[in-house]
């Protein structure tokens, strides 16, 4: 008695379960990207930057259709998860986080490189220049002019008070930036 | 006597599908389970997920995976057919690996995620009780070492194909992939399926069925063999777990442009190690005895520890790796054999399974936080120190307090 229960409970998780499944290959061809748009905060002012993200923000004026502006995915593309690319296409790592100072503008890359699987990878803060995003919307990469071997000489990058240490690309070596002033 | 000896070869006959099922359940299961490791933050990553969300998402897995731990184990318990908890468990493992293939949003990765903390918790318990209603307590120590063998041999393939699928292919593809593979698990469970009840379950010696005379739960926890082995397990855990990502942390620091080639060595020696002596492992803890082959176990670990800490050769450390592979041989076939030996009878042996799983996964959570912070603070080579010193720990405890729980 108490297996048949216990069998006819379990049928019924298999059947939710082949439904949720059902469910999700429903849902599937829904997702599709939408042209990003913009909403500036202040319509009137200089040329807000755009939003690293290109995704819309959600403010008060939605109401106020003159507020928004068509940004197309030629003028700016979203960074984060972006595959870095060397000097040779070999994979350095993913972009996973952006450093921006007081106005907003970027700095410094985070990149997420090296590890197989996820096991033993470290974080690096790159300078924002040292980063080529030319290829960004064609190939969805951005290049980087340093080898594995730079990259890996390069200190990790430890968000919070005690600061990032940025690394720049040899051709053109600037000082490292300081993110935390 | 023809009659014993007919009945014993129809036995054998039945048997040896099921066994070769459970040496595929093992491979395959193993295989999945890379799928799901810290690979999905490299994924979650391409998808444009910040790490906050991604440490969210992972931490929702972890917590889920330890509170469904004892739970899941008394559910395992009161199910009759192990099989059909399998079956449930790996389709469920199948959903979550379309879910994050399909849908990596924050509401679909976190179900995939509690999904997959969930099944994991159900899985391991069930196959653990079909290879004792195989093959009997007095066999389940060779048998336990040839599960060892095949998932350790599904680990290292796991690896490699998700490590060139995520490669080659794309991030993406790893999980189609894992789900994939969940058809060839469930094919496996096939033979198992048709274990009758009767031998779902030990009979005690005395012929009673042990489903009607259940051990008390209560009487379970304090029994003091399985605590200290609980807490065995869980300092050996707390000290090894950090360990590798420790290691391929300094491997990518160190090893310049062979860094990731060195570390899937990291990740695939241990498992050839696996593979190649768990047998011989579930043969001596059946002889000589469960203390002594938690003791070898466990007393690699500081050697470990010392040597990752001295030694910065790249290819070294790979070597070192294959230390881990005979802890991972001896923890892994104790595991489900020292619960046998303490709840096998008593109809608790899934939650026995469930209590320890918790205490590694206590163990497992801490290791990481704690390495990460001393190698922040004081660098890699002290937070070796400091791995060596818990698994020591491990050792003295298991020397001192570990009874041992071989039936006479």
Not at chain 2, 18 to 35: C, E, K, P, R, S
Not at chain 2, 165 to 170: E, F, K, P, Q
Not at chain 2, 257 to 277: D, Y
Request: net charge positive; hydrophobic share 50%.
């Amino acid at each position: 008695m108490a297996a048949a229960g216990c069998r006819n409970a379990l049928t019924g998780a298999a059947v939710a379960l082949v439904l949720g499944l059902l469910c999700v290959a429903a849902f599937a061809p829904q997702c599709s990207a939408a042209t990003p748009v913009t909403v500036q905060a202040q319509p009137e002012s200089s040329p807000a930057p755009a939003s690293n993200e290109g995704q819309p923000k959600t403010g008060a004026q939605t109401k106020t259709i003159e507020n928004v502006e068509p940004l197309s995915s030629s003028d700016a593309t979203a960074v984060l998860g972006k595959k870095v690319k060397g000097p040779n296409g070999e994979d350095l790592g993913l972009i996973v986080d952006v450093l921006v100072d007081a106005d907003g503008r970027p700095r410094a890359a985070v990149i997420d490189f090296g590890g197989f699987l996820g096991v033993g990878s470290r974080k690096i803060a790159i300078d924002w220049k040292a980063l080529d995003f030319t290829a960004l919307g064609r190939a969805g990469t951005v290049e980087l002019g340093l080898d594995r071997a730079q990259i890996a000489a390069a200190p990790e990058y430890k968000p919070g008070p005690l600061g990032a240490a940025a690394v720049t690309a040899p051709p053109a070596p600037a000082p490292p930036v300081d993110t935390h002033r | 006597m023809s009659v014993a000896l007919a009945k014993s070869r129809s036995d054998r006959d039945e048997a040896a599908p099921a066994a070769h099922g459970l040496d595929g359940l093992n491979l395959f299961v193993a295989n999945i389970q890379t799928g799901f490791g810290p690979f999905i933050s490299v994924y979650l990553t391409t998808q444009g997920w910040t790490q906050t969300g991604i440490g969210t998402a992972l931490s929702l897995g972890t917590i889920v995976a330890m509170a469904s731990q004892i739970p899941a184990g008394a559910l395992v318990d009161a199910i009759r057919s192990k099989a059909m908890v399998a079956l449930l468990s790996i389709l469920a493992f199948s959903a979550s690996a379309l879910l994050l293939a399909l849908r990596p949003t924050a509401l679909w990765v976190y179900a995939a995620e509690a999904l997959h903390g969930f099944s994991s918790c159900t899985l391991g318990p069930a196959i653990a009780a079909m290879s004792l209603a195989l093959v009997g307590q007095a066999m389940l120590g060779p048998r336990l070492g040839r599960n060892a063998r095949f998932a350790s041999i599904g680990n290292g393939i796991g690896a490699a194909l998700m490590g060139a699928c995520g490669y080659y292919v794309s991030e993406r593809a790893v999980f189609f992939l894992t789900a994939a593979v969940t058809l060839p698990a469930i094919i496996s469970l096939l033979p198992l399926a048709r274990l009758r009840d009767p031998a779902m379950l030990p009979v005690s010696s005395s012929g009673t069925h042990p489903t009607r005379a259940r051990a008390s739960i209560s009487s379970l926890l304090t029994n003091r063999a399985l605590v200290i082995f609980a807490l065995c397990a869980m300092l050996f855990t707390l000290g090894n777990s950090a360990m590798l990502p420790l290691a391929g942390n300094t491997l990518t620091k160190e090893a310049g442009n062979f860094a990731s080639l060195l570390i899937a060595g990291c990740i695939i020696v241990p498992q050839l190690v696996v593979a190649a002596i768990s047998p011989t492992i579930g043969k001596l803890a059946e002889q000589r005895g469960r203390r002594l082959v938690l003791l070898i176990g466990f007393c690699t670990l500081p050697v470990r520890g010392m040597l990752f800490a001295t030694l910065v050769n790249p290819a070294a450390l790979v070597l070192i790796q294959a230390l881990d592979g005979i802890a991972a041989a001896c923890v892994g076939i104790l595991v489900p054999l020292v619960a046998s030996d303490v709840a096998g009878r008593s109809g608790r042996y899934n939650l026995s399974m469930g209590f320890i799983g918790l205490a590694i996964g206590v163990g497992a959570t801490i290791s990481t936080a704690l390495a990460g912070w001393i190698a922040d603070a004081a660098g890699a080579p002290t937070a070796y120190i400091c791995l060596a010193l818990v698994g020591l720990a491990a050792v003295l405890l298991a020397f001192n307090a570990m009874p041992e729980t071989r039936p006479p």
